[in-house]
């Protein structure tokens, strides 16, 4: 089977794909168009059962627009997230002609050893243990045949799903959301590309403490076959369920760091927050195990993301105009200004709050102040005509409710000002663009699309 794009695969997937896809556009014009009620919750469990045993994109961007607000409606979302990417995986007849095509009719032979079960079955690949001839411990991401037909497949259910979606609501354009998804879904099938992430990551977070990056093989891997170091760890909620405020705080930082210092320093950000790309050692070390989705920012968007910061701080609203202009938003209304204001105030309000704190406190007993002002900036939103995110934008809104949510399953208690301000208070837009020149070059990262 062939793992390029081809028209046959791109057929055979809408087959699979289809009517889920078309259900869901089907009946939310029939409910905005024709006024014919429905239950969204019943249908978006339906739309979960329907997509939940087809391998691909379709299980990785269900799990991603569920952490893009205003993608998809709130039903869907609540459903599409608990798609989980540990589909069954494929048996041994499979991997043993995947592997001898990547590797060679004797590719057992480079191995002291290779589990013949797979030890984690996700959207794209599946991934083994197995033992290097000096004794190593590896892990091997296998991808599924025929993903880049499946990509661009489900790309194009996609692209019918929000644009019916966003006739049904304009409050948000969703163009630039999936031409973002579909650069990031398309770059994760290239593992000759994650290896160099990995190596990115490694160098980036080297003098971390308590953090740890995976090493690429690349004699045991090619642009299908990622073969790297094992990293001993248990899954992260796993060991904050057990765990004191003191250990759940450790890990917090740790997280932090993980997430802000590449970006911050480097313009480099993991766009993905699925739990289950990070484990926790026996000695607390937090492991960051998944590469496919990283998103590059140029210094001027870095600089928009602190000069938000600092107008908030200050209430100045022209440094505020200037960071939404950095990130790519286009003419904005003094009053689409101040809404924004109020979603960007909620968002960093952790940052500009200077004591220890959960990061997101409920004020009112019983009321979910996040969720209500969601609402409110959706509604004042749609009143003013709507509004087009940025790419950019995308993945970076993404990366921080990914990171809110770690944050709020470990219930940390931090001072995330302080951790904040020991990012950024050096900030220097020209030597962030040099530092990033030059560790791309190292690690031999492609330019980003």
Not at 207 to 220: Q, S, T
Not at 224 to 241: C, H, I, N
Request: hydrophobic share 45%.
């Amino acid at each position: 089977m062939s793992d390029e794009d081809t028209l046959g695969g791109r057929v055979r997937r809408y087959a699979r794909v289809g009517s889920a896809m078309a259900g869901l556009g089907a009946r939310l014009a029939g409910e905005r168009y024709l006024g014919l009620p429905i239950n969204r919750e019943r249908h978006a469990a339906d739309l979960k059962a329907a997509l939940g045993g087809i391998k691909g994109p379709l299980m990785k961007v269900a799990q991603l627009l569920a952490t893009i607000p205003d993608a998809l409606p709130d039903e869907y979302v609540r459903e599409l997230i608990e798609l989980q990417a540990n589909a069954p995986a494929m048996g041994w007849p499979f991997v043993r002609r995947r592997m001898m095509g990547e590797l060679g009719p004797d590719w057992q032979s480079r191995f002291r050893s290779f589990e013949h079960e797979a030890a984690r079955a996700a959207s794209l690949g599946q991934v083994h243990r197995a033992i290097a001839l000096d004794d190593t411990k590896l892990a091997c991401k296998l991808q599924y045949p025929d993903m880049a037909s499946a990509v661009e497949a489900d790309l194009r259910q996609l692209r019918l799903a929000m644009g019916l979606y966003e006739r049904y609501d304009r409050t948000v354009s969703t163009a630039d959301i999936h031409a973002e998804i579909a650069a990031r879904l398309r770059e994760e099938l290239d593992y000759a590309r994650e290896a160099a992430h990995m190596r990115l990551y490694g160098a980036i977070l080297k003098d971390e403490p308590g953090v740890a990056v995976p090493r690429p093989i690349p004699d045991l891997s090619t642009k299908r076959l990622l073969t790297m170091t094992w990293l001993d760890g248990a899954p992260l909620l796993e060991v904050a369920a057990k765990a004191s405020l003191a250990v759940r705080n450790e890990i917090a930082l740790r997280m932090f760091r993980i997430w802000y210092v590449p970006f911050y320093y480097y313009g480099v950000i993991h766009g993905d927050p699925h739990l289950g790309n990070y484990t926790v050692a026996p000695d607390r070390t937090v492991n960051l195990l998944d590469f496919g989705c990283i998103r590059i920012f140029p210094a001027h968007f870095v600089k928009g993301v602190i000069d938000l910061y600092h107008a908030l701080q200050r209430d100045d609203r022209e440094l505020a105009v200037a960071a939404y202009r950095a990130w790519g938003f286009g003419q904005l209304s003094d009053e689409m200004i101040a809404v924004l204001n109020r979603w960007a105030a909620f968002v960093y309000g952790p940052l500009l709050d200077d004591r220890t704190r959960l990061i997101q406190e409920q004020r009112r007993k019983g009321v979910d102040d996040g969720r209500s002002l969601i609402d409110d900036v959706h509604h004042d939103i749609r009143r003013l005509g709507g509004i087009a995110p940025p790419r950019a934008f995308v993945f970076m809104d993404r990366a921080a409710v990914g990171l809110g949510s770690v944050f709020l399953h470990l219930k940390a208690r931090i001072n995330w000002h302080r951790l904040f301000h020991e990012l950024i208070d050096d900030f220097d837009e020209g030597t962030l663009a040099a530092r990033q020149q030059a560790a791309l070059s190292a690690a031999g990262v492609p330019p980003p699309n």
